[in-house]
């Protein structure tokens, strides 16, 4: 156990290490524009920006609630709001862009042991629409710029690519939302022959339940939209501070979902490097020169996010001082999220 857990901490050292490596590669080499953040941290950007960051929480925080109330987890609109605090917060403190979900997953199963399944698949379905809304931006805004993009082999390896898996993606989910499929019953055949069985087969059933109400799969998918366009159109604002006004809004909707799938590989604590490297290259790549807007936007991105974090991390605090029986209500017990 302590060998694990040493090493578990020297990985974690290397990827905080490799993520300072980056930002001072970047910044060194003039490829982030210190200078930008004079212009940016004053109050009108500093509410302007907060204002965009908060849009987009509450929309993923609704677009989770909503998800929740399909399993029959009921929870305040509040509640899932201070818990994705929480999980930005871990997404800094733990390498990786999913750290936070591995948090609110534990807090969710911690509560409710008896739904421990229904609890953690609903952590897991909103990574995976959000995923999903941001495949399908990047090329829906492909198309919509298809003339440009067909000019640029390596913008048309990412399309191709996006398509890709966009399609297996839904076929995927296709899949496990059929009630066609399950009434043929191959699939729990198939299941049954695989290690862990049973656990299987419960996530395969509570998964397969969300294609039962496909209105509601459409309206997560709505605030997946509605949460990426407030964080596309904050690095916009940003980018025109930067004096890259000919940087077209359509530009953005192609490199930020990209570059936001890019961050989510766990190599650094939220992607604060990573992130940075991905949007200087993608951003380069799109405009066909090199430009310092996209690791400048991304790094400004993830101040705010921080901040963010720090909120989530008094509401963390104050979560570890209450027991979890506290929390629950004794006459809904089955069914209270928190």
């Known amino acids: 156990m302590k060998k694990r857990n040493l090493r578990s901490i020297f990985v974690n050292l290397l990827k905080i290490l490799f993520a300072g490596g980056l930002i001072t590669w970047l910044v060194s080499s003039g490829k982030i524009n210190v200078s930008i953040f004079k212009v940016v941290m004053t109050p009108s950007y500093i509410l302007i920006c907060m204002g965009l960051m908060l849009i987009g929480i509450l929309a993923a925080s609704e677009r989770w609630r909503m998800l929740l109330r399909n399993q029959g987890l009921e929870s305040s609109f509040f509640k899932c709001f201070e818990l994705s605090l929480v999980g930005i917060f871990f997404n800094f403190a733990m390498p990786g862009g999913v750290g936070g979900d591995v948090v609110k997953g534990f807090y969710l199963t911690r509560n409710h042991p008896e739904q421990k399944m229904k609890a953690a698949l609903t952590v897991l379905m909103d990574r995976v629409i959000g995923l999903y809304g941001m495949i399908l931006l990047a090329v829906l805004a492909m198309l919509y710029d298809y003339a440009h993009v067909v000019t640029v082999p390596e913008l048309l390896s990412i399309f191709y690519l996006l398509i890709g898996l966009f399609g297996v993606a839904t076929a995927g989910l296709g899949v496990a939302f059929s009630s066609k499929v399950r009434a043929a019953g191959w699939l729990d055949r198939l299941i049954d022959k695989l290690p862990k069985k049973h656990r299987l087969l419960h996530l395969y059933h509570s998964l397969n339940s969300y294609g039962h109400q496909p209105r509601v799969l459409l309206q997560t998918l709505f605030y997946s939209f509605f949460a990426q366009m407030s964080s596309i159109i904050l690095f916009f604002i940003v980018g025109n501070a930067l004096g890259e006004v000919e940087i077209a809004l359509r530009t953005y909707l192609i490199v930020a979902p990209v570059g936001f799938m890019v961050t989510a590989i ?19 790549i799109y405009l066909g020169r090199k430009s310092e807007v996209g690791p400048t936007v991304m790094t400004v991105f993830q101040i705010f996010t921080l901040i963010f974090g720090f909120i989530g991390a008094i509401f963390y605090l104050r979560q570890r001082a209450v027991s979890p029986v506290a929390n629950s209500d004794t006459k809904t017990n089955d069914t209270e999220l928190i």
């Open 266 to 284: 766990p190599i650094s604590p939220a992607g604060v490097g990573v992130g940075q490297a991905a949007f200087y290259f993608l951003f380069n």
